[in-house]
């Protein structure tokens, strides 16, 4: 099974930060990544895919790069509603598996 | 809109069985395929079983497999996951995922809001 592993485990970031995560992946996905938005009570919300592909409705301020094993999610200015966690996860082969998320907090 | 509601979570002893249930509305059903994903309280995300639009092809992770059945009825919008043999360690929220394409591509778009499975006696 691919591994999908995120750094950091958690950040601490005012608003206004520019923030990035990294997901790594133990082999190539090429670009089947995707990134979701999970905040407390709820169910996670896809954000982005195919590693940079912005999903319809989300704010342009999320941004996705990186191909085969390297990845970022990078929020170009962090507003209040951006305050939760974020997991990767990779569609590339069976078994498809998640990182193990980034808390984003309030510095 | 888009709408997926899980039902049939429970308390349960160990080695017994449950079967949860996803209704959905608001989309096409048999144009996707459909997934269960659970999350261990305060843990991260796991997949745990996908179906094909016609289930024609179906897939399970290892830490489910010969223990899960998923299924799908078309005719009424809804999918099924029979877990048997529970163990303490599939304690979780179960959420029912639509999938972007017909086929298991495993990018989900939508998600329910969840029901909780506990296996404790």
């Known amino acids: 099974d691919i591994q999908m592993t995120q750094s950091p485990s958690t950040l601490s970031a005012s608003v206004g930060d520019r923030v990035t995560i990294t997901c790594r992946a133990s082999q190539s996905i090429s670009s089947w990544l995707a990134w979701y938005q999970q905040k407390p009570g709820k169910a996670p919300k896809l954000l982005i895919y195919k590693a940079s592909s912005l999903e319809s409705g989300v704010p342009s301020r999320f941004s996705g790069s990186g191909s085969g094993t390297e990845f970022t999610l990078t929020i170009s200015s962090l507003q209040p509603d951006d305050f939760a966690t974020y997991y990767c996860?990779?569609?590339?082969?069976?078994?498809?598996?998640f990182g193990q998320g980034t808390k984003v907090e309030i510095k | 809109e888009v709408q997926l509601v899980e039902s049939g979570g429970g308390l349960v002893q160990p080695g017994r069985s449950l079967r949860l249930s996803c209704a959905a509305s608001?989309?096409?059903?048999?144009?996707?395929?459909m997934h269960w994903v659970r999350q261990a309280p305060g843990k991260g995300l796991e997949w745990v079983s996908g179906?094909?639009?016609?289930?024609?092809?179906?897939g399970y992770a290892d830490s489910v497999k010969g223990r899960f059945t998923i299924s799908r009825d078309n005719a009424k919008n809804s999918l099924y996951l029979q877990m048997n043999s529970l163990r303490a360690e599939d304690t979780a929220l179960y959420y029912c995922?639509?999938?972007?394409?017909?086929?298991?591509?495993?990018?989900?778009?939508?998600w329910g809001q969840g029901t909780l499975v506990t296996v404790s006696s």
């Open positions: 179906i094909s639009w016609n289930s024609g092809s179906i």
């Open positions: 995922a639509k999938d972007t394409a017909i086929t298991i591509s495993s990018l989900f778009d939508y």
């Open positions: 996860q990779q569609y590339n082969s069976y078994q498809w598996t």
């Open positions: 608001g989309f096409t059903f048999d144009d996707y395929a």
